[in-house]
């Protein structure tokens, strides 16, 4: 049978659609659109109309693709954006409407959880690395960050959503354009404290790898390889040494706007927030004393899938 997945995000809105038979799961589509659900909402707290007709857009062509497939089951969910803004009601019916798509907004720890069993349990059914007993799992999103410590077992043993996103950061300390150096310190700064006031509980000295999850350590990877058309496999469990981090962070934040749309392996549309992703994951990396992080393609779209069929 076939399964469905949708994310509506702060940043953008994703569709996996997956075969599952005889126990094995079989990614059929897997896609992305960024549309900003979640831009400006700092401002009255609303989602904007603009950005919610983008948004229903592209899920009016994910219903088509499901109906398409012939989808048995599917879950659409909505994170940080829906939790935080004053009409979510509003644009969760409006969305019923036009397509037909029910979308569950779910708490942080639910968001995590899935992003935990998503790119844990692929990591493991693909042995593409060896994998120590412990993994933190990182999701950079739009508007908040989930934080899931856990073992190769699939128990969770810590976890965290804390409210910085690359979109959230990026509209409150990136107003220049490139950003001021002044700009960047105070961001940089921000990042650090909220990590250490939020991450207390997390113990530094365990032996675990990081996986990054998203599209912040995806153009990480992308920007690293100079990959000119995105491909799963280049990207799926690619190692990403903190230098390298700080080099393409330093250089993009020399760059303006135009100019990171030109860099290969960056999508154009994702290059406004780029910086303030970069610095929010060179500071995750640097907080839990690590030299690298593992980029995991695979997240809370196959959590979602997993829990489906209660894999």
Known sequence: MNLASIDVGTNSTRLLITSFNNGIFTPLIREMEITRLGKGI?????????????????L???????????????????????????????????????????????SGIEEASLSFNGAVKSLISVKRIKVPKKVLVVDIGGGSSEFIFGDTDFNILRLKSIDIGCVRVTEDFLHSDPPLQSEIELLNNFIKKRLANKLQDFNKDDDFIILGLAGTFSSLASISIKLKKYKME????????????????????????NERKKVTGLDPKRADIIIGGIAIAKEIINY???????????????????SLVNF
Do not use: M, W
Request: aromatic content about 8%.
């Open 42 to 58: 700092k401002d009255n707290g609303d989602i904007l109309k603009e950005n919610a007709d983008a948004t229903i857009k592209t």
């Open 60 to 106: 009016k062509k994910y219903k088509h693709l499901i109906d398409e497939l012939k989808v048995e089951k599917y879950k659409a969910i909505g994170t940080s954006v829906l939790r935080r803004a004053s009409n979510s009601s509003f644009f969760i019916d409006k969305t019923f409407q036009e397509t037909g798509l029910k979308i569950n907004v779910i």
């Open 234 to 257: 280049k990207l799926n469990y690619l190692p990403l040494k903190l230098k390298k981090i700080n080099i393409i962070f330093n250089n993009l934040c020399k760059l303006n706007l």
């Open 288 to 306: 839990f004393k690590k030299e690298k992080i593992i980029v995991s393609e695979n997240d809370i779209l196959d959590g979602i899938i997993y």
